[in-house]
């Protein structure tokens, strides 16, 4: 049989496995990969789109879009690479957007800025110097601008814990009980139990019928300075730094190397496909790629592509039923789905934290981007957290300059 070239050649032992071995653990791992890649970030995607200016419908409309975008984006490379491949929504992205606000010029312009973001990626495809240009921003700078952006989000779950502890208490403590059972399904089951409660709630019992169909909304995309400086570069920036590189060092730990050209083409255009029904931002999946990659999907290393294209089916499944679920988080009581979308960052606000801090000369610039993008400063409508990787660049520029003298 002919290698793929970038596919680990399997041994003999595990050709042998494979001829024993049932579809059924790749299908497994597929479904849990889309499973918990949904659950534990979906009301961090809808509280990002609400705060850039998104309506209800709106917001629904782009979770629907974003979710439907990753899932076909998934299946295409997986089949296309003979790898577990999987792609992802940008959590880290829409963090950012819940602590950009509303962009100026209103959701339009929010808009401009994902299909901006969406080009960007695909440029990376294939204009190499842009990638390189990318990398050249010191990485504890911009895990520092992450954890910042990310630090009023975790905060959320405090505040409200302590407002409304009846309705808030039990997400945490089931977050904290599977945190020590069963980790992986800790922030989906926190999730799935605000949802629960959510649905308690007079307004969501109120929804009626229309509310819970999938239905895309158009939006015609506008750009200005601001919101490309606000929207676009950031969430490029984020999403290169926080997902698409991490993304590749994870395929690369189980031994597979996609061709970066294609996945940055594929993820790109379908931001920009799903940029005017409100979709922020695809990428490679990085901390859920692993369910797929790894041992959980069959011995076979080259077989575990279909664990990858069953997690693609199931976004897609997914998505038909976000509607649903975002109308009814949205209708949920005050603090309660921003409270579990808190806990869903709360692991990558500690890893941007060790990454911007692990190495002594590289303090000082981490902490002057955590420390503005904290600031909530907006110069010139300009949104904390591009002036707080401003800042982080020229500091590190500094420190780099004084210590080669």
Known sequence: MARVPGV????????????????????????????????????????????????????ASGLLAVTVAMGAATVLLAVRTRMPVTVAWSTPGAALLAGTGAAAGGWAHAVGGFMLCGALLAAVGLLRPLGDLVRRIPVPVAHAMLAGVLLPL???????????????GPVLLVWLVLLRLAPRWATPAAVALA?????????????????????????????????????????????????????????????YHPPLRPVMLTTGIGTVLAAPFG??????????????????????????????????????????????????????????????AGLALVATFGASLGGAFAGEPDRVPAAVTLLVTVSG??????????????AGVVAAGVVTRRRSR
């Not at 975790?154 to 814990?161: D, G």
Request: with cysteine; hydrophobic share 60%; proline share 7%.
């Open 154 to 168: 975790c905060l959320e779950p405090v505040s409200a814990v302590v407002a409304s502890p009846a309705l808030v």
């Open 377 to 390: 400063t907006a110069p010139f409508g300009v949104s904390p957290a591009f002036w707080g990787l401003v």
């Open 279 to 340: 979709g922020h931002t695809i990428n490679l999946a990085a901390i859920s790629a692993a369910l797929a990659a790894g041992p959980e999907a069959g011995p076979d290393t080259a077989r575990r592509w279909h664990a990858a294209v069953t997690a693609g089916v199931t976004y897609a499944l997914l998505g038909v039923a976000s509607t649903a679920v975002a109308a009814v988080a949205l209708a949920a009581p005050a603090g309660l789905i921003a409270a579990a």
């Open 195 to 255: 949802v629960g409660l959510a649905l308690t709630s007079p307004a969501a019992r109120a929804l009626d019928g229309a509310a819970l169909v999938p239905t895309l909304t158009w939006t015609t995309p506008a750009l200005g300075w601001a919101s490309v400086v606000s929207v676009a570069l950031p969430l490029f920036v984020v999403t290169m730094a926080s997902q698409n590189v991490p993304g590749v060092a994870v395929l690369a730990g189980f031994g």
């Open 8 to 59: 680990p050649t399997r041994s003999r032992s595990a050709a042998g496995a494979a001829r024993v071995q049932s579809p059924g653990g790749a299908v497994a791992a597929g479904v849990v990969t889309a499973v918990v890649g949904f659950t534990s970030a979906f009301a961090v995607v809808l509280d990002g789109l609400r705060a850039v200016g998104a309506s209800p419908a709106q917001a």
